[in-house]
T-cell receptor
Framework: AQSVTQLGSHVSVSEGALVLLRCNYS??????LFWYVQYPNQGLQLLLK??????LVKGINGFEAEFKKSETSFHLTKPSAHMSDAAEYFC????????FGTGTRLQVFP | NAGVTQTPKFQVLKTGQSMTLQCAQD?????MSWYRQDPGMGLRLIHY???????DQGEVPNGYNVSRSTTEDFPLRLLSAAPSQTSVYFC????????????FGQGTRLTVV
């Protein structure tokens, strides 16, 4: 069965600093990987997805993620954090149904 | 564009009561699923469906039933509510492809006392 592991349940950065949220996957077949964001009291929305077309994937709000097969990783980055980025972020792998990681809560300090 | 609609948004139940969480989508998606979200545990899959008349269990199915009589609707039934079922429940739908994006409802916050 496929799975994802998110390292760090909480990440805190200053506004303008680099954001790095870590995700490692386990899959016996080429994976389809996703990052979703959840703002307080809302549902999840898609940030970006990897479907093997390109290893560097750009998403909404300036986020991007790089698929590294050798490291089984799909880390999410943003060069400069904004206060509005404060949310919970979930990495997921698709078997048709989505299997989620445990999430990382991002705090952004002024 | 309604997308995925969940009702109710909030619910308080007493232990032992039953209820149905409603989920409807208007995108003609084949896949529908139910997740529960608990602090520190991410989203865990309860049940899912790949089309009308077809359902299957996810990671945490005990205490929940589902049915899929139409493409649009995928209700989740709590048979006899327990405090351990206090959680936020999300319904999602997607086209039937591994690479397809899932669309989520706004969630139902359930408290069992």
């Amino acid at each position: 069965a496929q799975s994802v592991t998110q390292l760090g349940s909480h990440v805190s950065v200053s506004e303008g600093a680099l954001v790095l949220l870590r995700c490692n996957y386990s899959s016996s077949v080429p994976p389809y990987l996703f990052w979703y964001v959840q703002y307080p009291n809302q549902g999840l929305q898609l940030l970006l997805k990897y479907t093997s077309a390109a290893t560097l994937v750009k998403g909404i709000n300036g986020f991007e993620a790089e698929f590294k097969k050798s490291e089984t990783s799909f880390h999410l980055t943003k060069p400069s954090a904004h206060m509005s980025d404060a949310a919970e972020y979930f990495c997921a792998v698709s078997e048709g149904k989505l299997i989620f990681g445990t999430g990382t809560r991002l705090q952004v300090f002024p | 564009n309604a997308g995925v609609t969940q009702t109710p948004k909030f619910q308080v139940l007493k232990t032992g009561q039953s209820m149905t969480l409603q989920c409807a989508q208007d995108m003609n998606h084949e896949y529908m699923s139910w997740y529960r979200q608990d602090p520190g545990m991410g989203l865990r899959l309860i049940h899912y469906s790949v089309g009308a008349g077809i359902t299957d269990q996810g990671e945490v199915p005990n205490g929940y039933n589902v049915s899929r009589s139409t493409t649009e609707d995928f209700p989740l039934r709590l048979l006899s509510a327990a405090p351990s079922q206090t959680s936020v429940y999300f319904c999602a739908s997607s086209p039937r492809f591994r690479e397809a994006e899932a669309f989520f409802g706004q969630g139902t916050r359930l408290t069992v006392v």
